[in-house]
């Protein structure tokens, strides 16, 4: 059995022609066209990205409030340091 996966190359179409490891809804796939494998690296992408912008909203709106609450007590050098401090933390999230 053959990998029935389409693959597009010097400007045309052809089936990828590498043995067969999987099946999947009827066809048979290699181990690199393999559906259930490409489905599962896409999730654990989507799930990764889900965290870290839920940690930078929430670490942007921890800031805010403290910048926020700095500014009714007229303590701007405090605010400024914060958000440094905050910017420094966003980019270590990458």
Do not use: W
């Not at 029935?4 to 066209?33: N, P, Q, T």
């Not at 670490?59 to 400024?80: F, G, K, P, T, W």
């Amino acid at each position: 059995m053959k990998c029935e996966e389409k693959v597009y190359s010097d400007y045309r179409l052809y089936l990828c022609g590498r043995k067969a490891k999987f099946e999947a809804d009827g066809k048979h796939y290699c181990g690199i066209h393999n559906p259930n494998k490409k489905r599962t690296k896409y999730q654990i992408e989507c799930e990764k990205n889900r965290l870290r912008d839920k940690a930078k909203s929430k670490m942007r709106q921890e800031c805010i409030y403290l910048v926020e609450d700095m500014a009714d007590l007229n303590m701007s050098e405090q605010a400024v340091k914060i958000m440094t401090d905050y910017s420094d933390e966003l980019q270590q999230i990458k």
